[in-house]
Each structure stands twice: as structure tokens, then as C-alpha cells.
């Protein structure tokens, strides 16, 4: 399967700035996620939609803020970051009747 | 609360050779398994998973993992490894429901050499 796509693929920025990231899939599925993966740590579950409601936020920082305004879009709001959020940043969207997750390439985040 | 354990974070193997990459996992219920692998610069493709029946299950590129509920295991295999092989790979372990809430191992780098 292919069809989840994430833009940028790499993003620098200040942390001053507000940027966003966007993630689209076409593929029915009904849950969209946002993972972070820092080297040497596990993926950390950032936020969880589910037909297009918000179930799980993991403690994540007010400075992250995600949009689903519909079924195959996902948005992850940056503003004023820190240095330690720099990471790479994976969506995945995943379908109810067919367990695991398809995921897109990541925006590679470096914040300066 | 479900986690996973990869005990080996780096391993080298040789072409041609055979690889098996441990995963062991806690959970309270019959679990579901899956096995991603994930290319430099890019995101996680799903190789195989596990959720009932044959505790041998086959993947994509030749992989296969085996579910032995008596160890909490979920070892991946291949047989004989290929250059294109150099990855690195993750064990997780996921409940099912509404959605699917996924935990992730640190992942395996594995090198291969000629």
C-alpha cells in the first residue's frame, strides 16, 4: 500500500516561528496518528484521531496542535519550539478491519 | 500497560547469512504483533503481523516471525540476508478497538556486510 504523504519532508525553523505540518492519506482509513522519533528512544504516540474526533493526547506540550478537518487530512501546528523538539515526525493511518499501520516518509524537524 | 523489549539495538550479519531479531513483549490479553522496517529518511513499512491462528506467520521480502506465547516472544527470521536488507527494524505490540493504539520497540539497526 502506498498513499500517505507527508509535507514538507524537511523543515528548519526558528523558535520564534509557526509552522505546520500536513498529512494525507486516500486510503479509507478511519484513524490518523502523529508519532515522534528521537534517535535512540522509542516512537512516541503523539495524537490519535479517530473518524475525525481527537482520542488520545499523550501529554504533549501546548506548543503542538493538531487538526483533522476531515477524514484524509492531519495537521500538526508548530509554534514556538524548543531545540529538544527536533525529531522526525511520522504520521500513519491505520483502517478497522485490517490491523497496521501505513505510514508516510516523516518531516525531518530541526528547530535552531 | 503493554511494552515491548528489543534487546539487541545493533546487529551485523553477513550476506547470505541468517538473521533472527528478538522481540519480547508484555501484555495482559492475546496481543497483536507486527514487525515494521524502516529505510534511512523514510517512514516504517509494515513486514508482518500476527493476531490469531498459525503462530508462524510470513511477511513481505522473505520475512517470517513466529508468536510463542509461553516466552512472550515474537522473534523475526529470514533465512539468508540480502545487502538491501540494511535497515532498521521494530517490534511492536497493539490492542485492537475503535483504533489501534501501537507500542513500539526501540528498534534493531541491522548492518549487513559482504
Known amino acids: 500500500e502506498t498513499g500517505v504523504t507527508q509535507t514538507p519532508r524537511h523543515l528548519v525553523m526558528g523558535m520564534t516561528n509557526k509552522k505546520s505540518l500536513k498529512c494525507e492519506q486516500h486510503l479509507g482509513h478511519n484513524a490518523m496518528y502523529w508519532y515522534k522519533q528521537s534517535a535512540k528512544k522509542p516512537l512516541e504516540l503523539m495524537f490519535v484521531y479517530s473518524l475525525e474526533e481527537r482520542v488520545e493526547n499523550n501529554s504533549v506540550p501546548s506548543r503542538f496542535s493538531p487538526e483533522c478537518p476531515n477524514s484524509s487530512h492531519l495537521f500538526l501546528h508548530l509554534h514556538t519550539l524548543q531545540p529538544e523538539d527536533s525529531a522526525l515526525y511520522l504520521c500513519a493511518s491505520s483502517s478497522a478491519d485490517r490491523y497496521g499501520y501505513t505510514f508516510g516518509s516523516g518531516t525531518r524537524l530541526t528547530v535552531v | 500497560a503493554q511494552s515491548v523489549t528489543q534487546p539487541d539495538i545493533h546487529i551485523t550479519v553477513s550476506e547470505g547469512a541468517s538473521l533472527e531479531l528478538r522481540c519480547n513483549y508484555s501484555?495482559?490479553?492475546?496481543?497483536?504483533l507486527f514487525w515494521y522496517v524502516q529505510s534511512p529518511g523514510q517512514g516504517l513499512q509494515l513486514l508482518l503481523k500476527?493476531?490469531?491462528?498459525?503462530?508462524l506467520v510470513q511477511g513481505i521480502k522473505g520475512f517470517e516471525a513466529e508468536f510463542k506465547r509461553s516466552q512472550s516472544s515474537f522473534n523475526l527470521r529470514k533465512p539468508s540476508v540480502h545487502w538491501s536488507d540494511a535497515a532498521e527494524y521494530f517490534c511492536a505490540v497493539g490492542a485492537s478497538g475503535g483504533y489501534q493504539k501501537v507500542t513500539f520497540g526501540i528498534g534493531t539497526k541491522l548492518q549487513v556486510i559482504p
Open positions: 500476527y493476531f490469531s491462528g498459525d503462530t
Open positions: 501484555y495482559g490479553a492475546t496481543p497483536y
